[in-house]
């Protein structure tokens, strides 16, 4: 438990009494995705960042000096750890002294790198998250909150899904589970780079992902196996969401019109439903203007937005379309995943409802 003080240039930094029983996490890379996981878990009564990783000193490893996040090195041998030290930043050691004191690693450095720090977790013996970067086959498993929270409860280590994915899912399975299957066919027009990125592109073309179907849809049945889904996808010059552009084939019976799929979805945790025209948020600029409002830090949207004037029911064909703030929609999915590992919360809305609450009052939202 602990309480929050204003830190340096208004970081919000969390003062610890007592962290009896409260969950250790170690953040493995804190770039984009490690940054923001780290906020969020700081955000939380029941866990604590006992450290983050950074490679070498960067101005990236300001922010955790001003979130007060000890500063590890990626690698443990004394080179490299003694390079921060002479850039001025307090070092507390390499990765294994990290793992050392953490109950559960959460990988966040860049896609591929899965198979090299796994067996760094294994050889420490502790619980492991790893992101969308990775493939399925790594773990075995995977997790998004409301796809599987309960298949992942105790489990030694697993993969939270990409942004894509994790998209999909939270339209997707509310309406697996009011109709009992689904057949889904889905375009990503996808963002190029995030917005930090200064070598990606295209910055003048639209790219086809030339591997059909591409991974995204696919990746959903690792959640939720019993969605038949496929996915063609696209990359755009922008840098700022991904827009996904859905039909999904509804079976006999569903019982469901245009209204009450917008009903369910205004009621499903994490998903926001707009009426584009009467709010004037027609494209990804205007959304991501209004999270810039919401006050998240980074101007975060942890919510999929859904177009309520873009969603339409035509027989029993769904066709709609939903914007995903792809730096930021997994970051709440890590922190219930954190719990579902720990098993120390088996309903996953009721973590839902925790992370949640927590991450607005940390930021005073
Ligand atoms: P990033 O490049 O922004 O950050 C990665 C960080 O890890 C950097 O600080 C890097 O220095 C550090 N790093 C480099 N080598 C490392 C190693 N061997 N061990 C530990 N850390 C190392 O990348 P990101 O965008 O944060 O992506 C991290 C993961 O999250 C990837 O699997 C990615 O696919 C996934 N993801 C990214 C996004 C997104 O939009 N950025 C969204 C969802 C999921």
């Known amino acids: ?151 992942n409860l105790n489990a030694q280590g697993t993969r939270v899904v990409s942004c894509n994915t994790t998209g999909l899912s939270r339209t997707l399975v509310p309406l697996f589970e009011h109709c009992g299957s689904l057949k889904v066919e889905c375009t990503m027009i996808r963002r190029a780079a995030d917005p930090g990125d200064s070598n990606r592109g295209p910055i003048n073309a639209i790219k086809p992902v030339l591997k059909v179907p591409s991974h995204h849809g696919p990746d959903v049945m690792t959640v939720k196996p019993e969605i038949e889904i496929n996915s063609l996808a696209v990359a755009v010059p922008t840098t700022i969401m991904h827009v996904h552009s859905i039909i999904a084939d509804l079976p006999p019976g569903h019982g469901l019109t245009t209204e009450s799929v917008i009903e369910l979805w205004s009621n499903t945790p994490r998903v926001i439903i707009m009426n584009g025209s009467e709010h004037r948020i027609t494209t990804t600029a205007e959304v991501m203007e209004m999270a810039r409002d919401i006050g998240r830090k980074w101007g975060d949207l942890h919510e999929i937005f859904v177009w309520e004037d873009g969603v339409k029911l035509v027989g029993d064909r769904l066709y709609y379309f939903q914007a995903i703030h792809q730096e930021s929609d997994v970051i709440p999915e890590n922190i219930d995943c954190i719990r579902a590992l720990m098993g120390t919360e088996s309903d996953w809305r009721k973590s839902v409802e925790m992370t949640d609450s927590a991450i607005s009052r940390y930021y005073g939202l």
């Open 1 to 151: 438990m602990g309480m929050l003080i204003e830190g340096s240039q208004g970081h919000p930094i969390k003062e610890r009494w007592n962290t009896v029983g409260v969950i250790k996490v170690a953040i493995n890379g804190f770039g984009t995705i490690g940054k923001r996981v780290a906020d969020a878990v700081d955000a939380q009564d029941d866990m604590e960042v006992v450290g983050v990783t950074k490679t070498g000193p960067s101005f990236g490893c300001d922010l955790a000096v001003k979130k007060g996040f000890p500063l590890y090195c990626t690698f443990d041998d004394e080179e490299s750890i003694s390079r921060f030290g002479m850039n001025g930043y307090e070092c507390s050691g390499g990765l294994s002294d990290l793992l050392s004191v953490a109950d559960v690693v959460v990988d966040c450095a860049p896609g591929k790198l899965g198979a090299d720090n796994l067996s760094k977790y294994k050889s420490a013996g502790i619980k492991y998250m790893f992101q969308g970067g990775e493939k399925h086959s790594l773990t075995g498993l995977s997790y998004t909150s409301s796809a599987n929270h309960v298949e």
